[in-house]
Structure formats: structure tokens, C-alpha cells
């Protein structure tokens, strides 16, 4: 998997709606690393060419390709941990209403046109960020006041917060007027307009949430075998879940903040990873983390692409070509292994 | 010895303080010798945006610019368009960035463009340009008088004023010729007219957009005038209630053709007035509904179809 990546990084550079041979994208890399050094680096501007070639490899898809990886590690992990907390084979990274509530965010600032308002800062992906976030932390709250955060009370309140949300954006929607046709399609995700700013605005909140995640492995591992069983391992289920659950939330909100939200990614890969290594997830959190970026990455590169200079939304292509893929996975590794060995 | 190293010292400082001079007086004339060499125009969100004077290269991600583009006479320093400008015909050969919503950045700026014409609707992509350095014009008037201030904008950035301002001239004078037709005709005798959008669900025009003006200027009255959004899905027995005079209905690509006998199926229909009078037209979608130089046809169009008598 780890081999992968830069393979997958290499080729996905090269390849666009504009033609570049990869000797040329290793060059202007490779210049482009030398400047940054400090070393190297000729005086005086690049040709137009190469100005047009820079600006195209450094500014449009090496932004887009590591948000792309970003993002698909993130969603993984946020699957992973959900997974595991609620001990639910479905669960994933927007059981908890993010997904609904950052798209409510989302429209509201195409709608209220507040991303041309100021120059250059796009106030949609913050709003999805604090939409998907709210979402959460309402569903959160719901469950504890209705007694308990138990899996199910979480799991039913974000059902609830879910819905509503959905519905108050079908009604944004209906009067979106010559909106519809943006907050539609930044419903179905993509990583269009991706650019460096938003790789910057997404990685603290993804390292913080991988950060919550990662530093938990052992309770994932307790929390998959149960609450009291949790407890006779020295973890407190319910700090320890909430704990995960914000971490999860972070990396959720973060990739629906900039890409929108993209399914499948965070429901299949972490099945994928243990038909693979095995439940324990000192394995499985890396692994996730791993082919989730590998198959994001794939998939948005083939959404640039196939109908080029057009773009296929990207949740499309992981759910059209990722399924597939899974199943066959699953024929090949045999079905016991689902969840880690027959539970 | 000292008088060696002052005299290598005063050298060295006329040597700096010349540089020092040249390099002022260089970067002063950057205006050139003809005037400043950008303009600066504010565009249809309020933009201020700073072009080059005389711009060689522009793409243009919105069918209804293009046709500006080209009216103007400026055809031939557009580089590139999105799939969708099929007018005028020239325009269709020439480079795609990308489909009306989706236009490809990299597409974009291989395309070296001076200035990129674009529409509210491409806020992510205009955002994402102007971050590579990208100058993006928004091109998106709501109303007429809105319409001939961009297209004279658009002659400005492009340096053809002279052919924007003789469009403007033209469309002015054909509404101008509708109005004169239309002198005095009293209320009773606009029809009402149910412009048909999409059959399922009914949706017609609110008043906020092109159609609406385009129908109230050739004489007509907007069944749909009090609707609060811009596409508005209307019930049947409104529609029934209101008993329109004529039913217009654009012709797009893989448009199903509106006919008395396909209406008349629909509940209550068959007692329309437009209905059982076949009066029911087609119009170019294409025209309508693209704020560019031919909406002042479009509303000759109508006053056709609206008037007949008065505009053979």
C-alpha cells in the first residue's frame, strides 16, 4: 500500500485535462524542490512554457492530488474509528449527520453569495466545516439528553439530526433559484477547486483528528469487543467514545469543508483493510489511512479525466468502480474475514 | 593609498547612484509612452479588477459572453469557451475548458489567457483562477440597461468600444421599434402567456429573470409575474385559473414538442384559451434565455408571437 502511494502520486501528476509527459513533471518537480531548498534554482523568470507548466503541475494538481490523498485517509480513518465505536459494520463517517450539515452549511454561503463577497476567501467550505461540526455536537447533545450516550442513543439522535438537516437544505434547494445547479453539484463532491489554501485550511484539523484517533488504538481495540468488556480492559467506553467520536468528527467535517461530501471512501476501506490485515487495529488505522489516500487519489484522477476538460463528480467514481473492487476482494480473501473473523 | 580607495569610493557611488536613478525612471515608465497600460473595471459582484489595455487572449466560460465576445468583433482574441457556446458558429471550433459549471483550471491557464470571462455561477472556479493569478471578469447583468453596460465593459477590456457601443445602439433601436409598435395598447389586449420551463414539474419564469422582461417588453403579460423565486414550480389549477392566452415553449436540444392534442391531456388543459385556440408557439431557448446581444431579437421574437397584427 505504502509502495503505492508515490506511484499513484507520480501518475496522477501526469495525467490531466492538459497533456504533460511525466519527464516534464519530474523536472519541474524536481526544480521546483530545488528551489524551495535553497539550492539550485537559475535567475531570471522561466520561459512561458514553463511558467504555463509550473503553474498547471505546482499550483493546480499537486494542491488537488495531496488533498485528494488527504481527504481519502482522513474519511477512512473517521470510518474506522466510527466503525469500531459503534460496533456497527455500517457505520460511516457521517452517521453523525456531517455530511448533511456541512452541505446545509454549504448552501447557505453559496446562497447568501458570500464567497465573491471577499476577495478571494471562499466562505463555503467554512461554513460546511461549522455545519458538519454543529451537526455532530447537536446529535451529541440529543443523545445525552435523552439519557446516555449509549451506541444506540448516538446512533438514532444522528439519524435525527441527519434528516432535519437534509430536509431544511431540500427546502434551500427549492429556493436556490440560479443557485441550484452549484450547491447540487457541491453535493455530489469533487476536488475541483482545490488550490493550496485549501490544502492548508484542511491539515491541522486532519492531523489533529488523526492525532485523537491515532493515540487511541488500544481503546478502538477495546471498544470492538464491547462496553463491559472495554471496562475490564482499564477503558472507559464512554470518555474514550466520545473522544473518538470527536476526533472522527474532525476529519469528517474537514474533508466535507473542502472536497464535499464523498461516500463510500470511509465505509468500504476499512473493511477492505481488515479482509486484508487482520481486526487489530495497530494495523488497521495506518492501513486505512493508506488505501483510503490510494483509492481517492485513483478515483479523483479518473474524474478529471474520463470526460476531460469536463469533470465526474468524484463520489460517483469511488462508489461505481470501489464496489466492484471490494467484492471482489471479499471473493478472493473469503467472507469470514469480514469485521476481523466472524463476530 | 587613500587617494586610491576615494577615489574607487566617489566611482562606486556615481556608479549606485546612477543605477539608483536609471532604475526609478525605468520603473516609472512602465505606463509606457501612450497612457497606463491596464484598466480597471468593476464587474457584475462589485469586483474591481485590473486588465491589461490591449488584451490578446481571453476565455470566456459562459455561452451568453461568448456571444458579446464575438459581437463585438473581438472573435478573434478569444482563445478558448466552454462546450456549451454554439454561437456564433466560429465560436464552436474553438478550444473547450470545460463544460457551463465545470470548466477545468488547467484547461484554463494553458489556455494563457489575459482575462477570463465568467458567471456568478462559476464562484469556485473564479475563486480558484484568481488564486493562480488569473484576471476573472464576472459578466452577469440583470436587467437590459444592466446588459448594455457589460457589453460596453466587455468592448472596453477588449479595446473594441466603438463595436460594443454600436451593439448597444442596435439592441436599443430594435426595442426601441417593439415600443413603438406597442404604443397605447391597452391592458386588456396583452395576453397572458404561460411560458413553459420544464412539464414535470410545472415550472415557468419568476419575475427576476430575462424571460419574464423579454415577455412584458413584447406586450405580454408573465402568468407567473407573482412568483417569489426565479424557476417557480406552479400547480395546475393555477395555471387553469388563469386561463392563458398563449403558451410559449423553448426549443432546446431534446425538447418535447408542446401540441394542442398533448396539452389537452393534462387535467383541465382542454379548457384553456390557448389550448383550444392553438395558440401555442416555440421560441430559440438558445435566445431567450442568454443575456447577450441577440435578447433584443428575442423580444422582437415574442412580439411576433404576442402581436401578430402589429408585427408582420
Known amino acids: 500500500m505504502l509502495v503505492l502511494l508515490p506511484a499513484a502520486v507520480l501518475l496522477a501528476m501526469a495525467v490531466g485535462s492538459v497533456r504533460i509527459g511525466v519527464g516534464d513533471v519530474v523536472r519541474t518537480l524536481a526544480l521546483a524542490l530545488a528551489r524551495v531548498l535553497g539550492t539550485g534554482g537559475q535567475g531570471g523568470a522561466p520561459a512561458p512554457d514553463q511558467e504555463v507548466l509550473e503553474t498547471i503541475l505546482l499550483r493546480v494538481r499537486l494542491p488537488r492530488v495531496i488533498l485528494s490523498c488527504l481527504v481519502g485517509a482522513a474519511l477512512a480513518l473517521a470510518g474506522t474509528a466510527f466503525q469500531a465505536v459503534f460496533r456497527n459494520a455500517l457505520a460511516d463517517p457521517y452517521i453523525l449527520g456531517a455530511s448533511s450539515g456541512g452541505a446545509l452549511g454549504a448552501a447557505a454561503a453559496v446562497i447568501l453569495g458570500l464567497p465573491l463577497a471577499s476577495a478571494g476567501f471562499a466562505a463555503a467550505p467554512a461554513l460546511a466545516f461549522v455545519g458538519a461540526l454543529a451537526a455532530v455536537g447537536i446529535a451529541y447533545w440529543l443523545a445525552r439528553r435523552a439519557g446516555g450516550v449509549s451506541t444506540l442513543g448516538l446512533l438514532l439522535a444522528g439519524v435525527v439530526v441527519g434528516t432535519w438537516a437534509s430536509s431544511l437544505l431540500s427546502l434551500l434547494i427549492y429556493f436556490s433559484g440560479r443557485f441550484l445547479a452549484q450547491i447540487v453539484f457541491w453535493l455530489m463532491g469533487g476536488f475541483g477547486g482545490t488550490s493550496w489554501w485549501s490544502v492548508a485550511a484542511a491539515l491541522p484539523y486532519m492531523v489533529a483528528g488523526a492525532a485523537v484517533i491515532g493515540l487511541r488504538v488500544k481503546d478502538l481495540n477495546a471498544l470492538s469487543l464491547g462496553d463491559e468488556t472495554a471496562l475490564g480492559l482499564g477503558v472507559d467506553a464512554e470518555r474514550s467514545r466520545r473522544t473518538l467520536i470527536a476526533g472522527a468528527s474532525l476529519l469528517t467535517a474537514a474533508s466535507v469543508a473542502v472536497s464535499g461530501p464523498i461516500g463510500f471512501v470511509g465505509l468500504m476501506v476499512p473493511h477492505l483493510v481488515r479482509t486484508l490485515v487482520g481486526a487489530d487495529h495497530w494495523h488497521v488505522l495506518p492501513g486505512s489511512a493508506a488505501a483510503g489516500a490510494v483509492l481517492m487519489l485513483l478515483a479523483d484522477t479518473l474524474a478529471r479525466t474520463v470526460i476531460a476538460p469536463a469533470e465526474v463528480p468524484v463520489g460517483i467514481v469511488t462508489a461505481l468502480f470501489g464496489g466492484p473492487f471490494f467484492l471482489w476482494v471479499l471473493s478472493r480473501r473469503g467472507r469470514g474475514r469480514l469485521l476481523g473473523g466472524g463476530r | ?312
Open chain 2, 1 to 312: 593609498m587613500r587617494r586610491e580607495a576615494t577615489l574607487y569610493l566617489r566611482r562606486a557611488c556615481a556608479v549606485i547612484l546612477v543605477s539608483v536613478v536609471l532604475g526609478a525612471l525605468l520603473s516609472g515608465c512602465r505606463g509606457g509612452l501612450f497612457g497606463p497600460n491596464t484598466i480597471s473595471v468593476k464587474d457584475d459582484t462589485g469586483r474591481e479588477v485590473t486588465v491589461p489595455r490591449r488584451v490578446q487572449r481571453a476565455v470566456s466560460v459562459a455561452p451568453a459572453n461568448t456571444e458579446i465576445l464575438f459581437a463585438i468583433g473581438a472573435g478573434q482574441q478569444v482563445a478558448g469557451v466552454d462546450a456549451y457556446s454554439n454561437y456564433p458558429p466560429e465560436a464552436e471550433s474553438l478550444p473547450k475548458v470545460g463544460d457551463y459549471m465545470q470548466a477545468s483550471a488547467e484547461s484554463v491557464v494553458a489556455l494563457k489567457p489575459d482575462v477570463v470571462f465568467a458567471s456568478t455561477v462559476h464562484q469556485q472556479l473564479v475563486t480558484q483562477l484568481e488564486g493562480l493569478g488569473i484576471k476573472v471578469v464576472v459578466v452577469e447583468p440583470e436587467s437590459f440597461d444592466g446588459l448594455y453596460k457589460d457589453i460596453e465593459m466587455v468592448g472596453r477590456i477588449m479595446g473594441h468600444e466603438q463595436a460594443a457601443a454600436q451593439v448597444v445602439q442596435e439592441m436599443k433601436a430594435k426595442l426601441a421599434g417593439v415600443a413603438d409598435k406597442l404604443k397605447g395598447l391597452p391592458a386588456e389586449d396583452r395576453p397572458v402567456v404561460w411560458y413553459e420551463v420544464w412539464a414535470d414539474p410545472l415550472m415557468s419564469v419568476g419575475p427576476t429573470t430575462y424571460i419574464h422582461q423579454v415577455i412584458e417588453l413584447a406586450g405580454g403579460v408573465n402568468l407567473a409575474e407573482d412568483a417569489d423565486t426565479d424557476y417557480p414550480i406552479i400547480s395546475n389549477e393555477f395555471v387553469v385559473a388563469r386561463d392563458p392566452d398563449v403558451i410559449v415553449w423553448p426549443v432546446f436540444h431534446d425538447a418535447v414538442e408542446l401540441t394542442a392534442a398533448t396539452l389537452s391531456q393534462r387535467p383541465g388543459w382542454s379548457a384553456i384559451s390557448a389550448v383550444r385556440e392553438g395558440q401555442i408557439y416555440s421560441i430559440d431557448a438558445d435566445v431567450i434565455s442568454r443575456a447577450g446581444p441577440r435578447l433584443a431579437d428575442a423580444v422582437e421574437m415574442m412580439a411576433k408571437i404576442l402581436h401578430p397584427e402589429l408585427f408582420r
